[in-house]
Structure formats: C-alpha cells, structure tokens
C-alpha cells in the first residue's frame, strides 16, 4: 500500500513555514485579519508551537499575503527566507552542507517538510543536472508565485552557504511576466519561458565545489536525529502519485490498477484526485509527457526509442499524443532542448 496525505490533513508545523509567512506579512503592516482569513486559523494559533494546519490553509495564508501586499517581489522575497528554515534536524543539515550536491540530496529526501508545497526533483544529463519543482497540492492559480518562491528559495540559500551567485539557468512553464526585472535581481538573467516544466539547470562540475560551512560531522548527527521525525511525513497525494506512475510508466498503468496501489476504489480516488482540481488522465499525461522530455534531454534519442519506451505501439501514436500533451511534436521539443543546451552548457 502506499502512504500519501491529503490536501485538508493538518501536516505542517504551524511554528514553521506558516510562522515565517506570517511575520513577513506582519512586519509589512498586514493585520492579522488580512491575513488570517478564511483560513479557519485564529489569532492564538499563530502562538501554538504545537498547532499544525493543513496544505490548503497554508495555501490560503500565502494567497491573502500576496493579496494583501499586490506586489510584484512579494514572492521572491518570502522564497529568501525559507531555507535552510527552523525544522530542527534537516535545517541544521541543510545549513552545513559541504557542497550543492549534499545540499539538494538533503532537501530532496526532507521536501515534505523543507518544502511542503512544492516537491523538487533531480534529473542528470551530460555534464549538467536539472532540478525541476511540481505542485504538491494542485494549486494552478498559485503556481507561479510557489514556483517564484521555491526558486527563490533555492537560490538565495545556495549564494549564502557556497559564498558566490552559483551559475543557474531557469526554465519557467508560463509566459514572460510583466515584470522580468524582479526574475532577474532574485534569480538571474538565463532564463526561458514557454517550457513545459518548471526547472533549474546547472553544469555538473559545480555540484562538488566544497563549500565554507561544510561540516560532515554536524550533518550527519543532524540527519540520525531526524530520522525519526522524518518516517512521519508522508508525500502528499499528487507526489505520490506521480512516483508511481513514472515507475510503472512502461506497463500503461491504468486508473483501477492504480486506484488498488492506492488501497481505494477507483471512484474514490477519481474524488481525491478532483479534491485536488486534477484527474487521472491529466496526471498520467503528464507523467508520459515528463519521462519524454528527460528522455529527449538527457539521452537525446529519438522517438522510436521513446515510444517504446512508454509502451506505444508505434512511434506514430506516439507523436499525436506528445502534441495533444504539449501542443507542439517531438521533433520541435527535441530540436528547441537542444538548442538551449548548446547556447547554456
């Protein structure tokens, strides 16, 4: 059976993101009603070192914040405060990393709990690495200010701990924003939008540099105390279900096949799912369209290979699923990748 949580189950440490997120808010002159409502959270919960809330009232504080404030560097701003973070165990860890590659091992095996609303993932390829963020709970009006923050996030506690702007490129799954500028003084100025996924890229030989605060003693006795703390925190659903369906993407999984790995009937996950504003195709698609594009950018075949690869019978088939996924061919995808990587790597 798989273990997952829901949008609505109380999962996150109100002393944590959230108390960060609120005293941003209040240091800007937000009131506590601006930005407490319709969380269902009241004003002596904000001091509850033990309260927990759910995903979806976090997600409702972050959109009364941005409201509230209606600026533009709201976003990346909130992202700079949260890593390393105040979560006991892995924010120690994360904070003497001895280089990017141990940094992202930490906060990619601890995302629930160092980013609860957006899952990083890390995919090589030749002589560069891509970490690419997916929306934990189905919040598309929100994507890109998570999106904004999580890159943000990673960036801003990459320079303090390495000590330098490290090298990334971004990839954004949207069109240009109005305001480029604020992208390019919290992020940097290689960019692209117009991608299908929301991603970072760097070259490979930085993952190793060694960086001033390492300390491989402290994190490893950061780690053993969290290990504990860290078998109760379950992915969330959609996290869950994305895993699953990239490790079985090969044998055409199906929803009822899905639904028993789920330990649920098929109509109710068919409700979680909705709980969540997505469905069972939408999430399949996606996840054939994903392992596609790491196939064209990390291998670089062509799709005969790749159609076989996600169980199509012929690459014909193939190709008219791809552009109803992604709304161009594969050839074009292919082509538009490559290009980017001669022009970045």
Same mark, same amino acid.
């Given at each position: 059976?798989?273990?997952?949580?829901?949008?609505?189950?109380?999962?996150?440490?109100?002393?944590?993101?959230?108390?960060?997120?609120?005293? *941003?808010?209040?240091?800007?002159?937000?009131?506590d009603a601006q930005i407490l409502l319709d969380t269902g959270i009241d004003i002596a919960a904000t001091e509850d070192a033990q309260r927990m809330i759910s995903p979806q009232q976090y997600l409702r504080l972050l959109m009364n914040v941005n409201k509230a404030l209606d600026a533009n560097d709201t976003s990346f701003l909130i992202g700079e405060q949260m890593l390393p973070g105040h979560i006991h165990g892995v924010s120690h860890a994360l904070l003497h990393a001895g280089s990017l590659r141990e940094a992202l091992d930490i906060l990619i095996a601890h995302a629930t709990q160092l980013s609860p609303l957006m899952c990083p993932r890390l995919k090589r390829g030749k002589g560069w690495i891509v970490v690419y963020w997916m929306d934990s709970y189905g919040a598309p009006a929100q994507r890109s200010v998570l999106?904004?923050?999580?890159?943000?996030?990673? &960036?801003?506690?990459?320079? #303090?701990?390495?000590?330098?702007?490290?090298? #990334?490129?971004?990839?954004? $799954?949207?069109?240009?924003?109005?305001?480029?500028?604020?992208?390019? &003084?919290?992020?940097?100025?290689?960019?692209? *939008? $117009?991608?299908? *996924?929301?991603a970072m890229l760097i070259e490979e030989d930085v993952l190793d540099r060694r960086w001033p605060r390492g300390n491989p003693a402290a994190v490893k006795l950061a780690l053993q105390a969290s290990v504990a703390e860290q078998k109760q925190?379950?992915?969330?659903?959609?996290?869950?279900?994305?895993?699953?369906?990239?490790?079985h993407i090969r044998c055409a999984p199906t929803l009822e096949q899905t639904a028993q790995q789920f330990f649920c009937s098929p109509a109710t996950l068919k409700r979680y799912l909705a709980k969540h504003g997505t469905h069972f195709q939408a999430e399949l698609d996606q996840a054939r369209s994903h392992a596609a594009l790491h196939l064209f950018l990390t291998q670089q075949i062509d799709n005969e290979a790749v159609a076989q690869h996600l169980g199509f019978h012929d690459a014909n088939n193939f190709r008219r699923s791809f552009k109803r996924w992604t709304g161009l061919t594969p050839s074009l995808i292919r082509e538009g990748m490559h290009a980017d990587l001669a022009k970045w790597i």
């Amino acid at each position: 059976m798989i273990a997952y949580h829901h949008i609505s189950d109380e999962r996150i440490a109100m002393r944590q993101h959230p108390a960060m997120l609120i005293e *941003f808010a209040r240091s800007r002159e937000i009131s506590d009603a601006q930005i407490l409502l319709d969380t269902g959270i009241d004003i002596a919960a904000t001091e509850d070192a033990q309260r927990m809330i759910s995903p979806q009232q976090y997600l409702r504080l972050l959109m009364n914040v941005n409201k509230a404030l209606d600026a533009n560097d709201t976003s990346f701003l909130i992202g700079e405060q949260m890593l390393p973070g105040h979560i006991h165990g892995v924010s120690h860890a994360l904070l003497h990393a001895g280089s990017l590659r141990e940094a992202l091992d930490i906060l990619i095996a601890h995302a629930t709990q160092l980013s609860p609303l957006m899952c990083p993932r890390l995919k090589r390829g030749k002589g560069w690495i891509v970490v690419y963020w997916m929306d934990s709970y189905g919040a598309p009006a929100q994507r890109s200010v998570l999106t904004e923050m999580h890159m943000a996030a990673l &960036v801003a506690m990459c320079r #303090w701990l390495s000590g330098e702007r490290l090298p #990334w490129r971004f990839c954004f $799954n949207r069109r240009a924003p109005r305001y480029i500028e604020q992208y390019e &003084v919290h992020l940097g100025a290689e960019m692209k *939008f $117009n991608c299908h *996924f929301d991603a970072m890229l760097i070259e490979e030989d930085v993952l190793d540099r060694r960086w001033p605060r390492g300390n491989p003693a402290a994190v490893k006795l950061a780690l053993q105390a969290s290990v504990a703390e860290q078998k109760q925190h379950t992915p969330s659903l959609l996290n869950a279900l994305y895993d699953y369906l990239l490790n079985h993407i090969r044998c055409a999984p199906t929803l009822e096949q899905t639904a028993q790995q789920f330990f649920c009937s098929p109509a109710t996950l068919k409700r979680y799912l909705a709980k969540h504003g997505t469905h069972f195709q939408a999430e399949l698609d996606q996840a054939r369209s994903h392992a596609a594009l790491h196939l064209f950018l990390t291998q670089q075949i062509d799709n005969e290979a790749v159609a076989q690869h996600l169980g199509f019978h012929d690459a014909n088939n193939f190709r008219r699923s791809f552009k109803r996924w992604t709304g161009l061919t594969p050839s074009l995808i292919r082509e538009g990748m490559h290009a980017d990587l001669a022009k970045w790597i």
